[in-house]
């Protein structure tokens, strides 16, 4: 099981990125997908999921403003982020979580990307 989260770079306040993550090796719509993020010195928080029937959720300090979404014919999870703040400064990374049913708690997932770093700066 792979995968890879891309999408990541350096925006000002106020701009907007796209990550991806694929997913390979699983029967991706039976997953719940989430985002999680950590900055410097911070724990592990999470962002933003989506469960197996496609509902989404979000953590309070991104909603608004994220948007998660998946291609299920792509095996490819999204995360939108517009109006970006320096305090989303961090490495994000996407888990899938075999249950299919949307967790908030990191260690509820079940495999892990290799994280993507988005920098907003001021």
């Known amino acids: 099981v792979q995968l890879q989260a891309s999408g990541g770079g350096s925006v000002q306040a106020g701009g907007s990125l796209r990550l991806s993550c694929v997913v390979s090796?699983?029967?991706?719509?039976?997953?719940?997908m989430g985002w999680f993020r950590q900055a410097p010195g911070k724990e592990r928080e999470f962002v933003a999921g989506i469960n197996r029937l496609g509902y989404t959720y979000y953590a309070d300090s991104v909603k608004g403003r994220f948007t998660c979404s998946r291609d299920i014919a792509k095996n490819t999870v999204y995360l939108q982020m517009n109006s970006l703040k320096p305090e989303d400064t961090a490495v994000y990374y996407c888990?899938?979580?075999?249950?299919?049913?949307?967790?908030?708690?990191?260690?509820?997932?079940?495999?892990w990307g290799q994280g993507t770093q988005v920098t907003v700066s001021s």
């Open positions: 090796g699983r029967t991706f719509r039976k997953d719940a």
């Open positions: 888990a899938a979580e075999a249950t299919g049913w949307t967790s908030r708690r990191g260690d509820d997932y079940d495999y």
